[in-house]
């Protein structure tokens, strides 16, 4: 059986950028299409000759804003993929895309492209909250956007933000409901952080806005738990919930620490050799920079990196607890301080049972602040 690969191709430009994102994200007048199409199916073939044996079960475009892209576009780089490598029949293969009424109109020319799920970033359901974060759409547009991915993909997700400034609990309580009932079968779900390096860091310091205390974020998340527990999108990952079935095939990639090409400006992948050595792939972060290794050397990353065993079990452990159905234990047991895991547990963070370890829901609050901790120094694994 060949081994499983995924792959993630990074579209770096937005129409313009939102004041909470610190992605490698860019605002561009003019984006050169021929040469992105060139760019992007050359980096495929530099690594298809190294890892051809390989057959994909996912491709993932993120952004920045993929939807901005042409379909065609798209298409050129899906049917590469099925040229360079076998994919299975019922491959994921989804897109990112905003719900403007531009963006909107171009859903079935993707999916005649080769997209099958949709991932739509609505982050609020009202005006005034899509206003402060700077979205371009409006309600009615994401509302507009979310029926029109109905009635295109069989599946499809969209996102919220949540803990906003003077969102109250009552309000989440209302939006989330309407948002399960709008869902398709899978909800990210992520809480307002401020990160620096963005136009949020400078206003929050100044005091513009202020986020809720603690307490009062970690109310937030509970109540997201019970809410979409009872609608029967549970968590299974920290800020991911869908219906049996309807998880995100490409980031369950991640999670279980699997393969994945990562193509495209700041992009990364992992991806492990045929003498078993797992490496760490970067690309290049700047486009125009990205563009010219490409055209210069048939790839836009840096040399890989070789992870050593505390590397890959660091990462393993960091990924996989993340899921709520957690790991076993035997693959990480020399990367674990054991007497951590006993601490834990009489803290009400986790759950340790026959060689089985998760977090609770109270661990995942405190999911990084608890892996350092659990982890041993790389000195003493």
């Not at 298409?75 to 963006?103: C, F, G, H, K, Q």
């Not at 202020?210 to 109540?223: N, S, T």
């Not at 759950?351 to 350092?372: A, F, Q, S, V, W």
């Amino acid at each position: 059986m060949k081994q499983s690969l995924s792959i993630y191709f990074h579209w770096p430009f937005c129409a313009s950028k939102c004041p909470y994102c610190d992605f490698n994200v860019h605002v561009s007048d003019a984006v050169d299409i021929a040469r992105w199409r060139a760019a992007y199916l050359s980096a495929l073939r530099h690594y298809a000759r190294g890892y051809a044996d390989r057959k994909v079960t996912s491709i993932f475009f993120g952004g920045g804003t993929p939807s901005l892209m042409p379909p065609d576009l798209a298409a050129d780089i899906i049917a590469e993929v099925r040229t360079l490598w076998p994919v299975d029949d019922d491959a994921e293969i989804t897109l990112e895309a905003n719900p403007t009424s531009s963006e909107r109109q171009k859903f079935s020319a993707f999916k005649q492209a080769g997209i099958n799920r949709l991932s739509l970033g609505v982050q609020a359901l009202n005006d005034a909250d899509l206003s402060f974060l700077g979205r371009a759409h409006d309600a009615g547009q994401a509302l507009a956007a979310i029926e029109t991915a109905k009635s295109v993909f069989d599946r499809f997700s969209f996102d919220l933000i949540y803990a906003r400034p003077n969102q109250s609990l009552k309000a989440w309580e209302e939006e989330l409901k309407r948002a399960a009932d709008l869902a398709a079968g899978h909800l990210s779900l992520y809480q307002l952080t401020v990160e620096r390096n963005t136009p949020f860091y400078l206003k929050h310091a100044r005091g513009e806005f202020y986020l809720p205390e603690d307490g009062m974020a970690a109310d937030f998340y509970m109540l997201t738990q019970d809410i979409l527990g009872v609608a029967g999108l549970p968590a299974y990952e920290v800020s991911n919930h869908a219906a049996p079935g309807h998880e995100s095939r490409h980031n369950l990639v991640y999670w279980h620490y699997g393969d994945y090409l990562g193509i495209g400006p700041g992009a990364h992948g992992r991806i492990t050799s045929h003498n078993k050595v797992r490496y760490a792939t970067r690309d290049h972060y700047a486009p125009e920079k990205w563009l010219q290794w490409v055209e210069e050397r048939g790839t836009g990353a840096h040399e890989m990196e070789v992870l050593s065993d505390w590397d890959q079990g660091a990462e393993g452990l960091m990924m996989g607890l993340r899921l709520y159905q957690g790991i076993n234990i035997a693959p990480f047991r020399q990367f674990i301080d054991l007497k951590a895991i006993d601490r834990l547990a009489s803290e009400g963070w986790l759950c340790y049972d026959e060689g089985h370890l998760k977090l609770t829901p109270d661990g995942m609050l405190r999911l990084n602040m608890i892996l350092p901790y659990l982890i041993k120094d790389e000195t003493d694994a």
